[in-house]
């Protein structure tokens, strides 16, 4: 027996829309895949260890061969791509990152054994100088000042030195001026014209940042990176950056951090006609396994809600340290 007619009458009841759960599969406006993750992942020199990173609860170091397991994981649940970031020691770092330049670094030879055992995934290598630096900042420094010009020949080796690796794209996160497109030219004029350029595009100077830096050891000795990374204040800039990078090269522009800048996801997304990407910092992560480790929230829910998001502010693809554990709950339905 139906209903009465409502007195209302009402044309329109978006609520019928939302009446049972297959209904609501079909309207729905926004979805999330692993295909759309990229895992970054943490290499570190050893054999058969990983380290738990104390500040990002369920993420871990990894020494190559366990990377390598981590990635095949991934791979199978159907994630595209891993994103490498190198922990460098202590002893191997200088003011000029010269071991980022090293054929036979960790770096190069985590990329190439990824290439070796999984042909299929993505690898994606972070270009900038802070992992190498006795200085901790992602640029040249000279007096106290981070030096822009001096910086992107030392940038440009690093990123050819990965693509002859094996590097699918290469990712400079360092935010000096006209950087994209003197890696461009390096690239292209070094044979390398198919490795592409994802740019860290609107990189915020932000404190979400704090257990990445733990996990790499790579803060700034001195100083901030406030003269290089944006304004957590700024729209309209995310917008220049965006412009200068795609016109010197870019493949795929980047916004970093990704929930706390919603806004320059969506005006980058509506403005450009590139991919856009979106990266779920440390900060973004550590909060959410907190929360739900004081049972504060349900961290499944709260997780795939923020993902979600993301997904429906315009990212194409989100770098998230919950890959592997999202993927593993959209494989669950």
Not at 34 to 59: C, D, H, N, W, Y
Not at 187 to 195: C, H, N, R
Not at 234 to 249: F, K, M, P, Q, V
Not at 258 to 285: C, M, N, T
């Amino acid at each position: 027996m139906h209903e009465p007619t409502s007195p209302l009458g009402m044309k329109e009841r978006p609520r019928r829309n939302r009446r049972t759960a297959s209904i609501r599969a079909l309207v729905r406006e926004t979805r999330l895949h692993p295909s759309q993750f990229i895992l970054p992942l943490f290499v570190m020199e050893g054999e058969k260890r990983s380290l738990p990173i104390t500040a990002m609860p369920g993420v871990h170091r990894f020494t190559r061969d366990r990377l390598l397991d981590e990635a095949k994981e991934a791979h199978r649940l159907g994630i595209s791509a891993v994103a490498l970031f190198p922990v460098i020691p202590e002893t191997k770092k200088d003011s000029s990152a010269s071991e980022s330049m090293n054929a036979l670094g960790l770096l190069p030879e985590t990329v190439r054994a990824l290439k070796e055992a999984i042909p299929g995934l993505t690898v994606i290598t972070d270009v900038a100088m802070d992992p190498y630096s006795l200085d901790g900042h992602d640029g040249l420094v000279r007096d106290g000042s981070i030096l822009n010009d001096e910086t992107l020949p030392i940038l440009a080796a690093m990123a050819i030195n990965q693509a002859k690796a094996g590097a699918d794209i290469v990712a400079p996160s360092d935010m000096m001026d006209g950087r994209v497109g003197y890696l461009r030219r390096a690239l292209d004029e070094a044979g390398y014209s198919e490795v592409g350029i994802l740019a860290y595009t609107a990189k915020y100077a932000s404190g979400f940042y704090g257990p990445f830096r733990e996990a790499l050891d790579s803060a700034p000795k001195h100083g901030d990176k406030k003269t290089y990374q944006m304004d957590m204040a700024n729209r309209r800039e995310a917008w220049r950056e965006a412009r200068l990078d795609i016109s010197e090269g870019a493949d795929i522009v980047m916004v970093k951090p990704a929930l706390p800048y919603l806004d320059i996801i969506s005006d980058l997304k509506a403005r450009f006609d590139v991919p856009v990407a979106a990266y779920q910092v440390s900060g973004e992560y550590s909060m959410i396994q907190a929360g739900a480790a004081a049972g504060y929230i349900d961290g499944k829910s709260v997780m795939l809600e923020s993902l979600l998001a993301i997904r429906r502010a315009g990212a194409d693809m989100i770098l998230t340290y919950a890959a592997i554990q999202a993927a593993q709950w959209l494989s669950e339905g």
